[in-house]
């Protein structure tokens, strides 16, 4: 059965530092989200993806963050310069193309640890 | 602005024993609801969602959800609990543009 990937699982960074963390669709998906879990928290949502530009962001994805398309498989979250506060499980969330609401397939995570 | 409670934030049952997890939601159109698990290390997995028709809906893993549009919720239950089943459930409510909303999720703990 196919699923979101994710790498990598854990990443551990100094404050201040840039990070990249990648994820890999369900290649016939054609809607794709961030969301993050900071520990002990709700999901919550940081930025949609449709059609190679933003669709819809929160008030958490300001201009550290940044999302791409980099080629056909890949959809990457990168973080400018990484805060303390930013350390939270990442999660990649993919759905099917054929209307506005689909079922949004979810990642394993990316446990991200600022220090 | 749309949200979700759980106003459970652990139960614990025993093996064999029927569950019933609470969720009530705020949203203004007719609305998109999903159940999602989390087991410890592991990403969100869907359970069951409901988007028309039929109020009771079947999902996986011997799951079922009701959508009771006067109540605002839509709870999951399981006749017989299996000790795999402890993990986290997340109920989540989708806006129309794929936005998901979850609640802060019920922790079961299930016993022997």
């Known amino acids: 059965e196919p699923e979101v990937t994710q790498t990598p699982s854990h990443q551990v960074t100094q404050m201040g530092q840039e990070v990249i963390l990648r994820c890999v669709p369900i290649?016939?998906?054609?809607?794709f989200y961030w969301y993050r879990q900071i520990l002990g928290q709700k999901v919550e949502f940081l930025v949609s993806f449709y059609n190679n530009e933003i669709s819809e962001k929160s008030e958490i994805f300001d201009d550290q963050f940044s999302v791409e398309r980099p080629d056909g498989s890949n959809f990457t979250l990168k973080i400018r310069s990484t805060k303390l506060e930013d350390s939270a499980m990442y999660f990649c969330?993919?759905?099917?193309?054929?209307?506005?609401?689909?079922?949004?397939?979810f990642g394993p995570g990316t446990r991200l640890l600022v220090l | 602005a749309q949200s979700v409670t759980q106003p459970d934030i652990h139960i614990t049952v025993s093996e064999g024993a029927s569950l019933e997890l609470r969720c009530n939601y705020s949203?203004?159109?007719?609305?998109?609801l999903f159940w999602y698990v989390q087991s410890p290390g592991q990403g969100l997995q869907l359970l069951l969602k409901?988007?028309?028709?039929?109020?009771l809906v079947q999902g996986i893993k011997g799951f079922e959800a009701e959508f009771k549009r006067s109540q605002s919720s839509f709870n999951l239950r399981k006749p017989s609990v299996h000790w795999s089943d402890a993990a986290e459930y997340f109920c989540a409510v989708g806006e129309y543009g794929n936005k998901l909303v979850f609640g802060a999720g019920t922790i079961l703990r299930v016993k022997s």
């Open positions: 949203y203004g159109a007719t609305p998109y």
């Open positions: 409901y988007f028309s028709g039929d109020t």
């Open positions: 290649s016939n998906h054609l809607y």
């Open positions: 969330a993919s759905s099917e193309p054929t209307s506005a609401q689909e079922t949004q397939y």
